[in-house]
């Protein structure tokens, strides 16, 4: 027989929650019109126990976005500052909007253009 029970860290506390998050590092820079990456770019496979301990917090930013959290709560479980989870989530926000992948492709990103990517993505894949 097999028995699953509640995980319980070594020090009693009780095991964290799964943040889901795009994968760091991807971009469209080598890729072309219609490319399958423009669909799977913003994809939440990702799966982070620690989002304040990472390196590009904003990968969690979106991915806990995109999963509907509110931006206090974002900003307490990243250690983000609200100011800048809100400007992540207006660049997201833009991308999602206008929807237009195109404009991302083969051309590198600062974050802000990568996050605005996302959300364009994260449209295309809906």
């Not at 976005?65 to 931006?71: D, L």
């Not at 974002?74 to 500052?81: C, F, M």
């Not at 609200?82 to 207006?90: G, M, Q």
């Not at 237009?100 to 083969?106: E, L, T």
Request: charged share 20%; glycine share 8%; proline share 2%.
């Amino acid at each position: 027989f097999l028995f699953l029970r509640a995980a319980v860290a070594a020090d009693g506390v009780a095991a964290r929650a799964l943040v889901r998050s795009p994968r760091v590092g991807l971009t469209l820079k080598r890729a072309s019109a219609g490319d399958a990456r423009t669909r799977t770019i913003a994809a939440l496979y990702r799966f982070l126990t620690c989002p304040a301990e990472t390196q590009k917090k904003f990968y969690a930013v979106v991915g806990l976005h995109m999963t509907g959290q509110a931006p206090e709560a974002i900003a307490a479980e990243t250690g983000v500052r609200a100011a800048l989870v809100a400007k992540y989530v207006e660049a997201f926000e833009r991308g999602r909007t206008h929807g237009d992948i195109a404009r991302f492709v083969g051309e590198a990103q600062g974050t802000d253009a990568l996050i605005e990517m996302l959300g364009a993505a994260s449209r295309c894949a809906s």
